[in-house]
């Protein structure tokens, strides 16, 4: 999410943003868990937020709104065997699977193959599934 982007790069807590943005640090969970959207917090909200990470609250709503529709969209129409080795290797995370090396390889050259040989995914594309599935980065 777009807040959790914006205070990794501040390198502050959301706590920290809650107390100073005078948010209740509930408040600001639930918008970071996706249990809230931002869009339907009030205005004196967005605003604290978007004045306390100093950006627009624009920026603020907009980037969150694009950033959820690019990320639905870089997880869905997949080819086949990229979509099969995706389920397979999030399959395996939830239920601690002791195939996790084989299943993150397999994924790996999915995204590979999907990449460089078949063209049917852009490098943005590629960059976004391995820094959220196979580095343990957020997106």
């Keep these: 999410m777009l807040i959790e982007q914006l205070l990794a790069d501040r390198n502050i807590t959301k706590y920290r ?7 209740p640090h509930a408040t600001l969970n639930d918008i970071c868990s996706g249990k809230t959207r931002l869009e339907k917090c009030s205005a004196e909200t967005v605003y ?40 397979a290797y999030k399959h395996g995370l939830k239920t601690h699977s002791s195939l996790m090396d084989c299943l993150w390889g397999e994924l790996y050259g999915s995204i590979n193959i999907a990449e460089i040989n078949e063209g049917s995914i852009t490098p943005e594309h590629a960059d976004y599934l391995r820094k959220k599935y196979l580095y343990g980065a957020k997106v």
Excluded: F, N, W
């Excluded at 943003?17 to 948010?23: E, F, N």
């Excluded at 624009?58 to 969150?64: I, K, N, S």
């Excluded at 870089?74 to 065997?81: A, F, H, N, R, T």
């Design 17 to 23: 943003l809650a107390v100073q943005a005078g948010i």
């Design 48 to 87: 604290k937020l978007s004045k306390t990470l100093g950006v627009s609250m624009e920026v603020l709503t907009e980037g969150g709104i694009r950033q959820a529709e690019r990320e639905h969209a870089y997880e869905y129409g997949l080819p086949d065997y990229l979509q099969h080795d995706l389920d």
